[in-house]
């Protein structure tokens, strides 16, 4: 799991925070945990996630959450194929 982002901890979301633990979004990426912040920015929440072809876990931006279809593996649009 890497990033390029630094993340930072911390002890609330805000109130707009949708807590997506557990859950799926319409591509069957799996959304784990929230880990912090990242810095700068808009300050989006980090998730860690699990991909669901190749179950790598790997970490995406809350503005990422509904679009994200893999952690990279299904580039081609054929993986799991």
């Not at 669901?52 to 990422?64: D, G, L, M, R």
Request: charged fraction near 20%.
């Amino acid at each position: 799991m890497t990033t390029s982002q630094e993340i930072t901890p911390v002890e609330s979301y805000g109130p707009k925070f949708k807590d997506r633990s557990g859950t799926k979004n319409k591509h069957g990426v799996k959304f784990l945990r929230p880990l912090g912040k990242f810095k700068g920015g808009a300050g989006y929440v980090a998730w860690e996630c699990e991909c669901p072809y190749c179950q790598t876990v790997f970490v995406i931006a809350a503005n990422s959450c509904q679009k994200q279809q893999s952690c990279g593996c299904n580039r081609a649009g054929n993986a799991g194929r």
